[in-house]
């Protein structure tokens, strides 16, 4: 069974840094691209970043360009999100989701974690 | 950046009526298209990708039409259980944007 699993959310101060984790099972890690997608509280879905498989390949939303970093670890099955210089429109469930295709694109998210809550609040 | 819209903003039916959504990219995105289910509160859940492929497990009552930039989602009998948002996605290029997203109710 496809498991992903987010953390490291909480409460940061506009300015301040923070780092997200998602800890997947149930598939072959290396084998599939990996995204982060946000969600306002009460809007609507918005793309964040994309990594390839091998981690060769990055893809920023121009709203987190130059301010977040994806990565992962294909030992660890681990996908991360690290955030610095946090506003407050940045505020949302961050959730982590895998690509439908294995060992290409599809573009489109199969399986999806809870969500972890990111609030930038002085 | 293509921009996707979404109409109706809510809809709400009764129980065994046919539903229609209809999502429309400002640019041709071939069949690059995914509908998403979301409930209050939880993660979104893949309905139909490739803009008519139905998502394995999703029920048959769920259908998806269209290509270049008009797409529509069809729940052919609402079901008590369908009450959620759906949202669509353009899977064509990044950015990857998604639609406003439709409520729908039941009545």
């Known amino acids: 069974e496809v498991q992903l699993l987010e953390s490291g959310g909480g409460l940061v101060q506009p300015g301040g840094s923070l780092s997200l984790s998602c800890a997947a099972s149930g598939f072959i890690f290396s084998s599939y691209a990996l995204s982060w997608v946000r969600q306002a509280p009460g809007k609507g879905l918005e793309w964040v970043s994309t990594i390839s498989g091998r981690a060769g390949t990055i893809y920023y939303a121009d709203s987190v360009k130059g301010r977040f970093t994806i990565s992962r670890d294909n030992s660890k099955n681990t996908l991360f999100l690290q955030m610095n210089s946090l506003r407050a429109e940045d505020t949302a469930v961050y959730y982590c989701?895998?690509?439908?295709?294995?060992?290409?694109?599809?573009?489109?998210?199969?399986?999806w974690g809870q969500g972890t809550l990111v609030t930038v609040s002085s | 950046d293509i921009q996707m819209t979404q109409s109706p903003s809510s809809v709400s039916a009764s129980v065994g009526d046919r539903v229609t959504i209809t999502c429309q990219a400002s640019q041709g995105i071939s069949s690059w298209l995914a509908w998403y289910q979301q409930k209050p509160g939880k993660a979104p859940k893949l309905l139909i990708y490739?803009?008519?492929t139905l998502q394995s497990g999703v029920p048959s009552r769920f259908s998806g039409s269209g290509s270049g930039t008009h797409f529509t989602l069809t729940i052919s009998s609402l079901q008590p259980e369908d009450s959620a948002t759906y949202y669509c996605?353009?899977?064509?290029?990044?950015?990857?944007?998604f639609g406003p997203g439709t409520k729908v109710d039941i009545k």
């Open positions: 989701a895998k690509d439908r295709r294995e060992g290409g694109w599809a573009f489109d998210f199969d399986y």
């Open positions: 490739a803009a008519s």
């Open positions: 996605q353009q899977a064509n290029n990044f950015p990857f944007t």
